[in-house]
């Protein structure tokens, strides 16, 4: 059966709406090769908001390889990037949410920002609230 579930085109969906880590079964998904952010809303007979059209159009341009523990996405943007315009705790509570989302383990942005990992997930729970 799990040979028949990695054939199936549309197995990306529910992972990239939930905000989920792509799975090696999603590799050949249709969604990220073929389909533009107007056919998935008409597919799925949803509108999409501009923030949910930015998040799909991000996630199409990402590059996925296998990786020895599976698939692996590239980042949108590095470590760098996404704290490059952070001038308040409240801008860096946000770039730390939105380098998590990108992929970035919570040991890595506490590292590069020279926080505890603890208060990363502090800030993520914060942030999602």
């Not at 107007?38 to 996925?64: A, G, H, M, P």
């Not at 949108?76 to 939105?98: C, Q, Y």
Request: hydrophobic share 30%.
């Amino acid at each position: 059966m799990a040979k028949n579930v990695g054939k199936y085109p549309y197995t990306l969906a529910s992972l990239i709406f939930n905000n989920q880590e792509y799975k090696e079964y999603c590799q050949e998904s249709l969604l990220l090769k073929q389909y533009g952010i107007e056919t998935l809303s008409e597919f799925l007979n949803v509108e999409f908001t501009e923030e949910e059209q930015r998040y799909l159009e991000e996630q199409q341009k990402r590059k996925i390889k296998k990786g020895v523990n599976g698939i692996l996405l590239s980042k949108i943007k590095t470590l760098d990037e996404h704290f490059a315009e952070v001038e308040s705790n409240g801008d860096r509570n946000k770039a730390t949410m939105e380098a998590y989302k990108d992929g970035y383990k919570q040991v890595e942005i506490a590292q590069y920002l020279g926080l505890s990992k603890s208060h990363i997930s502090k800030v993520l729970k914060e942030v999602e609230i």
